[in-house]
């Protein structure tokens, strides 16, 4: 009885669904966060009569062939790299990227990170870092004694001190982009790191080489659409109480063959 286990693959791919849009509405509120959305293929065939078989003594060739699918696997889960929405928050250090690019931070094990978190903060050293403490790179010191700080679209940082009307120039932030963005890894916290599969970082500056530029005092929202992603869930659920329904009717079949007398 072939149907209870491509049910199966068919309930386990279904729960797999679900299980991609409930991470995307629980992180509806995170900052430059990507919908993610599960895909999937069609297992291997069996073959029980191949096309174009003859099939009779003067030749003839079969058309079509009984070939008999065997279930569903997950292929990928893929991101949206569609940009969200743009919110003004009028902070001196919320960076917000219109177009494509990333930040890169130095993370705890001295290797590099990505991320389009662009909620960044003031260590008690003065250098620029993530929520998570994760330094920025080029690593950029703000003054005890700054006023306010200012970055122009093309990531040049200014501080404004007190009692000078004149700007300092503090550094130069970059961007970093890759060939193919969906083959980055996420490792939590808004983060990314380089796989074989993304390509080599592509440093630049904001607005050079494709990259997009950075708005200051703005944050990119979530692009998960939730009336979308209830809709999926939606059919999710009924695709999960469609294979479960083949379960029970094989199961049900199965029981008529052992009554037979």
Known sequence: MRALK?????????????ETISNNLANMSTTGYNARRAEFSDLHYQQLTRAGTVNAADGTVLPTGVQLGLGVRPAAVSVNLAQGPLSATNSDLDLAIEGKGYIEVTLPSGNAGYTRDGALKRS???LIVTSDGFPVEPEITIPDDARSISINPEGEVFAF???????????QLNLTGFTNPKGLEAIGGNLFTETEASGPPITSNPGEDGLGTLRQGYLEDSSVD????ITELIEAQRGYELNAKVISAADQMLGATTQIR
């Open 6 to 18: 491509i049910a199966a693959t068919g309930m386990a791919a279904q729960q797999m669904r679900v």
């Open 124 to 126: 008690a050293d003065g």
């Open 161 to 171: 001190f007190q009692n000078t009307a004149q700007a300092q120039s503090l550094g």
């Open 226 to 229: 939730p009336v979308r992603e």
